[in-house]
């Protein structure tokens, strides 16, 4: 394993085995760091830390249009005190940043072990060519804290919504999007980077109807459940094409939280009220099929009034607000 050690705080850092060099032991001891962090912060995005084998799943699988890397940061006697992971797209043309995480154990921090595991973040990210990196962090953390510490530079601020759905409709609406319209969808899905707001949107790489497949690919290893609700209209040749779309993640499969994922409408179809039917299909979708989901979490950029208002007006309220950092590596 490649590791670098800091001496004064007694910190190894070691990377995490990868596909079938992926051990037990290391499954375990991520999972457990996640319960730990899970319990001390009450705004982690973890839906059900009891579900080992999703941690397993994840850390198994490869992600689409990219690789992750992990590491463990272990003190001198060899307890796990924090990890980070490093995603690095392998899109090309895009000027997209690395982009990283990292976790640190609530009884272990400000003993050096996180700025122990950015140094080694940082190494690889330069190495394998990349110009920046990118993290997200939750407003009065202290994830965000240590990112302006470190001279990270402050971006779109996300506002973090939640609707509890007692009480909302649940007949079922069943609709997916066909296969011979991946790249419809793909184009809609590029149309969330004109309502993110400056910066976030630099983070994002484009899509194309290989992203679509292998994204779907992705959450299925991991044992997610992706919920996709289109509407379609004909083009000028006839053909049904995608003029907005909603996406709900299910984590593990099942409820009780789901994560409802980006909701975007063509830029030729906006002002006829798309945005607010298919995020009202979707949730009378989720709810008849998963009657199991209590709550349904939700990140939209501050900038995007519109979208807040959609939100607002099927039930979510604001809990919370995250920011989107980047630095440059050069």
């Known amino acids: 394993m490649a590791q670098k050690r800091n001496q004064d705080e007694h910190i190894e850092v070691l990377r995490v085995g990868e596909g079938p060099a992926l051990r037990e032991d290391e499954i375990d001891g991520w999972h457990g760091l996640d319960l730990a962090c899970a319990a001390a912060d009450p705004g982690k995005d973890r839906q059900d830390g009891s579900a080992r084998n999703r941690t397993a799943a994840v850390l198994r699988a490869s992600g689409p249009g990219g690789r ?47 700025t122990a595991l950015l140094a080694v973040v940082r190494t690889e990210a330069a190495a394998d060519g990349r110009g920046a990196l990118g993290a997200t962090a939750g407003a009065g953390t202290d994830g965000e804290q240590a990112l302006a510490a470190w001279g990270f530079t402050p971006g779109t601020q996300l506002v973090q919504l939640r609707l509890d759905v007692n009480g909302c409709d649940q007949q079922a609406l069943r609709a997916t999007v066909p296969a011979d319209l ?71 499969g099942v409820g009780p939280v789901a994560l409802q994922s980006d909701t975007a409408v063509v830029h030729a179809h906006r002002g006829r009220g798309l945005g607010l039917w298919v995020k009202a299909a979707m949730l009378q979708w989720l709810l008849g099929a998963h009657p199991e989901v209590e709550t349904v979490v939700t990140h939209c950029a501050e900038s995007n009034r519109h979208m807040i208002a959609i939100n607002e007006q099927l039930g979510f309220e604001p809990i919370g607000w995250k920011r989107d950092f980047r630095q440059s590596l050069a």
């Open 68 to 114: 992750t890397r992990r590491w463990f940061a272990r003190d001198a006697a060899g307890e796990i005190a924090g990890s980070a992971w490093l995603r690095l797209p392998d899109l090309e043309g895009t000027g997209q940043p690395a982009r990283f995480g990292i976790s640190v154990h609530p009884e272990r921090r400000r003993q050096g072990v996180a």
């Open 182 to 252: 991946a790249t419809a969808y793909a184009q809609a899905r590029n149309a969330v980077g004109d309502v993110t707001g400056e910066g976030l949107e630099l983070m994002r790489s484009p899509w194309d109807e290989a992203r679509v497949r292998d994204a779907a690919e992705d959450y299925a290893a991991e044992g997610d459940a992706q919920l996709t609700v289109a509407a379609l209209y004909p083009d000028e040749q006839g053909h049904e094409v995608v003029a907005g779309y909603s996406e709900v993640v299910l984590p593990g």
